[in-house]
C-alpha cells in the first residue's frame, strides 16, 4: 500500500456527519460552509469581520 495514500486525512472523515440544522433553501452544502471556515482559521481569521 501506498504510504501518501493511508497518511492522508480528508475532510469529510472528519465533518462528514455533522447535522446540517439550516432551514428554508440552502445555497451550499454544510460540508463546503465547514471547509472554508477551516482554512479561514488556518489562515489567522479569529472573528467574523477579519
Given at each position: 500500500?501506498?504510504?501518501t495514500k493511508s497518511a492522508s486525512a480528508k475532510i469529510q472523515?472528519?465533518?462528514g456527519e455533522l447535522t446540517d440544522t439550516r432551514?428554508?433553501?440552502v445555497t451550499y452544502p454544510?460540508?463546503?460552509i465547514v471547509?472554508?471556515?477551516v482554512c479561514a482559521v488556518i489562515c489567522g481569521a479569529?472573528?467574523?469581520y477579519c
Open positions: 500500500m501506498d504510504e472523515n472528519y465533518f432551514r428554508g433553501k454544510l460540508l463546503n471547509v472554508i471556515a479569529d472573528d467574523f
